[in-house]
C-alpha cells in the first residue's frame, strides 16, 4: 500500500541548517517577493515558439568525474550564458551543482534535460521548437544574475523570436536564479513555465507559472529511465503555459518518486551527520568555494 504523500522538502530552511551546523554563521538571503510579471499566453500551443532554460554544464572531458555517481565538482562550472543548437544532441550535465546525491545518481540526462523529449513534440507539431537553448549559470549573487546573465538571456531569447521558455531547474540555488530569470523573461513579454523540485525557493521568489514534481533535486524533467514519466512531465508543463490564467499558478505534478517519502530526510540534513562528517564536509565546502571563486574570476577576466 502507497503511503499518503508528505509535505514537500523545505529547502531554505534544511540548508540553512545545514550550513550553519558547517560553521558558516551569515544564512544565505533568499530573493523573496509578493508578486510576479504576467504575460498571459493567447497563441496556440502548435504555432508557439518554445526554448528550454538549463543550468547544466555541457560536458567537458578534462574537468574531472562528471558522470553517473559523480561527486560534487565545481570544475565544470560556467559563469557565462551559452547556448545550444536544437537540431543537435547535446551532453549536459549536473555535477557541478547541488543535486540529490543520494537518491539520484545522475544516469539519465532527460530527467533533466528534456530536449530529446522537446524534439520529439516539435517532431510531431504539439509546439514549435527555438533554434536554440540556453544554459544559465547557477549564480548565488543575484545582483549579477539579474544584472548581467539575465539580459544576455531575453537578448538570445527575443533575437530567436521566443513566445515561451521551460526553465529547468536542479539545485536549490539553479531554483532561484532561474526564477528570477522568469521573472524578468515575462516582464519582457516571453511566458515561462519553471520545472523545478524545491517548492519553497520557488514561490518564495515568486514566478508567473510553476511545475512542481515532488522528486529529488535532479529530476523536474521526470523520473530517470521512465520515458513515459518524462513525456508526462513535458506535456503538462506546456498545459500550464496554456491554461494558467494568473501569476503565482503552482500545479503539482501527480507523480510520486516511490511508494514512501522516506528519501526527503536525506539531503543536507544536518541532523543525520556525526560531528566527524560535518567537519570532513566543511574541510569540502571550503575547497570547492575556493576553487570556484578562482574559476569564476578567470572565467569573467576572459
Not at 534535460?113 to 548565488?140: D, E, K, V
Not at 501569476?247 to 518518486?257: L, V
Not at 566543511?282 to 578567470?298: D, M, N, Q, S, Y
Request: net charge neutral; proline share 7%.
Amino acid at each position: 500500500m502507497t503511503a499518503q504523500a508528505s509535505p514537500p522538502t523545505l529547502y531554505m530552511d534544511r540548508t540553512r541548517r545545514y550550513y550553519l551546523a558547517l560553521g558558516y554563521e551569515n544564512p544565505y538571503a533568499w530573493a523573496h517577493h509578493e508578486s510576479a510579471p504576467f504575460h498571459p499566453h493567447s497563441l496556440p500551443l502548435a504555432d508557439t515558439r518554445v526554448t528550454l532554460v538549463t543550468t547544466a554544464a555541457p560536458f567537458q572531458a578534462d574537468k574531472g568525474p562528471q558522470g553517473p555517481r559523480a561527486p560534487y565538482n565545481a570544475s565544470p562550472k560556467f559563469y557565462k550564458v551559452y547556448s545550444g543548437d536544437t537540431r543537435q544532441s547535446h551532453d549536459v550535465r549536473i555535477a557541478h551543482v547541488a543535486i540529490d546525491r543520494y537518491h539520484t545518481h545522475m544516469e539519465d540526462m532527460n530527467s533533466w534535460f528534456p530536449l530529446p523529449a522537446m524534439q520529439r513534440l516539435a517532431t510531431q507539431g504539439i509546439f514549435q521548437l527555438a533554434p536554440r537553448f540556453h544554459g544559465l549559470p547557477t549564480n548565488r549573487s543575484q545582483r549579477h544574475t539579474l544584472g548581467v546573465d539575465v539580459p544576455d538571456l531575453i537578448a538570445r531569447c527575443q533575437h530567436d523570436q521566443v513566445d515561451a521558455a521551460l526553465l529547468v531547474a536542479n539545485c536549490p540555488v539553479c531554483h532561484q536564479s532561474l526564477s528570477l530569470a522568469a521573472r524578468e523573461l515575462e516582464a519582457a513579454g516571453i511566458a515561462t513555465v519553471v520545472m523545478g523540485c524545491a517548492r519553497d525557493i520557488v514561490e518564495h521568489c515568486a514566478v508567473p507559472r510553476f511545475l512542481f514534481s515532488d522528486f529529488p533535486l535532479g529530476n523536474a524533467a521526470g523520473r530517470p529511465h521512465d520515458i513515459a514519466s518524462q513525456e508526462a512531465t513535458l506535456r503538462l508543463a506546456l498545459q500550464l503555459l496554456c491554461e494558467a490564467k494568473t501569476s503565482q499558478t503552482t500545479w503539482q505534478s501527480p507523480q510520486r518518486w516511490s511508494d514512501t517519502d522516506a528519501w526527503k530526510a536525506d539531503y543536507a540534513n544536518p541532523d543525520l551527520l556525526s560531528a566527524q562528517e560535518l567537519a570532513n564536509l566543511r574541510e569540502e565546502a571550503e575547497r570547492v568555494r575556493i576553487e570556484a571563486k578562482a574559476l569564476r574570476e578567470k572565467t569573467l577576466q576572459d
